[in-house]
C-alpha cells in the first residue's frame, strides 16, 4: 500500500501518513492493552507529528490539479500501509514470549508470500551480484533480519506509547 500511494499522492504526503502509525499503535495499545496515556503522552504525540510535519517538506503544496480520485486513493493506500503496520507491532506485542527470531520469520514470510504474484522471477536466471544487488540483500537481511527481532524483542517488555516512539525515531536512524 505505501509504494503504490507513492505514485498516486507524492513521497511528501504518502510518508506523512503513513507515519500517524505510532498514533494508530498507542491507540491500540490503549483498547487492547488498557495502557493509559497520559497528558505528557499526548504533548510528546503532537512534537512528534509537528516534527515530522516539518520535515516532510510539504510546505510547498499545492492541491490545484492534483486532487482528484487517485490522489485519495493514494492517501487511503498510506493510511491502510500505517494501519497494518501498527497492527503486526500490536500482535507482535500479543506474541509474548515467542522468540522474536521467529516472529521476524513468519513476517518474512508473509511477504514473500505476498509479494510473489507481483515478481519478476526472470531475474533470477540471470543473477547478478553488483553494487545494488548487495546492497539491497544487505537491508533485506539488516532492516528486515535484525532490526525486527530488535524491535520484537522490545515489544514484549514496552507500553505501545513508547514502541511509537521509538517508530517515530526508526525513520531517523
Given at each position: ?10 513521497i511528501g504526503i504518502a510518508t506523512t501518513i503513513y507515519n ?107 543473477p547478478s551480484l553488483d553494487r545494488e544487488t548487495i546492497l ?38
Amino acid at each position: 500500500f505505501l509504494f503504490s500511494s507513492y505514485s498516486k499522492t507524492s513521497i511528501g504526503i504518502a510518508t506523512t501518513i503513513y507515519n500517524t502509525q505510532p498514533l494508530m499503535m498507542i491507540f491500540l495499545g490503549r483498547l487492547i492493552f488498557k495502557e493509559i496515556i497520559s497528558k505528557n503522552d499526548f504533548t510528546w504525540i503532537f512534537v512528534s507529528l509537528f516534527g515530522l510535519l516539518m520535515v516532510s517538506n510539504i510546505s510547498d503544496l499545492s492541491f490545484e490539479g492534483d486532487f482528484n480520485s487517485t490522489y485519495i486513493i493514494g492517501v487511503f493506500e498510506a493510511l491502510a500501509a500505517a494501519f497494518f503496520y501498527a497492527i503486526a507491532t500490536v500482535f507482535a506485542k500479543l506474541l509474548k514470549g515467542t522468540p522474536p527470531s521467529l516472529v521476524a520469520l513468519f513476517q518474512m514470510l508473509l511477504g514473500i508470500a505476498c509479494l510473489l504474484p507481483f515478481a519478476d522471477l526472470s531475474i533470477l536466471m540471470k543473477p547478478s551480484l553488483d553494487r545494488e544487488t548487495i546492497l539491497v540483500i544487505t537491508l533485506g537481511v539488516v532492516h528486515t533480519g535484525i532490526m525486527y527481532m530488535f524491535l520484537y524483542s522490545a515489544l514484549h517488555n514496552i507500553e505501545a506509547y513508547k514502541a511509537a516512539s521509538i517508530s517515530f525515531i526508526y525513520p531517523a536512524i
